[in-house]
């Protein structure tokens, strides 16, 4: 995630419910609605009114927190007590292409050299969801998380590696392969450090 993202937050616009929604509410609705209509459907009908007027904008309004710094997780640490590496396998990761506003989904390894703190592992998996909930590509998704750790939690190396598969590949047959992986690396891993981050991604 770009700083411009993070700085350029929209707070709560609308509350035609009398709620409180951190996107732009009405137009998520009428956008649906639209879409519906494009597609043949009567956004009228009793099956789909709840689709665009509350169903649809209330996903993505949660599937977009990660580009909203006040949803991101706290991150507290504690003393690292003699771990050198922490290594982090099959962390699920669920993101939406931001070509065709479908998931790809699949897992991550995140794996840091610790400063002088650590995070609990629970967090990790919490910031990877969090960075997860916007419109990404899986190798820029990759390196936010790497990149976004780094500054989190001040480790001196990260390295992470996603392994996903892409709805819009999948659905539409437009390629057999089904799984694809991404690596970013920050800072500079020892061999040892590699070595064991390959143990866990093979
Ligand atoms: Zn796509």
Known sequence: MTDDIQTDTVESVDDIDGETHAIDWSKAQE???????????????????????????????????????????????FEASGESFVVKEDIPVYSLCEHHLLPFFGTA????????????????????????????????????????????????????EISATHLCEAMRGVETKTETSSRAVVGEPTEHERRRFNEATR
Request: without cysteine; negative net charge; glycine residues 6%.
């Open 109 to 160: 390894t995140v794996a840091y050299r610790p400063d002088s703190e650590v995070v609990g592992l629970s967090k990790l998996a919490r910031y990877v969801r969090w960075q997860s909930r916007q419109l990404t590509m899986q190798e820029q998704l990759t390196q936010d998380i790497a990149h976004g750790l780094a500054d989190e939690i001040g480790a001196s190396a990260v390295m992470v």
């Open 31 to 77: 956008g649906v609605r639209l879409l519906l209509e494009a597609v043949g459907e009567e956004p009228d009908s009793a099956k789909l009114q709840e689709t665009w007027q509350r169903r649809v904008p209330s996903a993505f309004e949660t599937l977009t927190q990660g580009t909203r710094i006040e949803a991101k997780p706290e991150m507290r640490t």
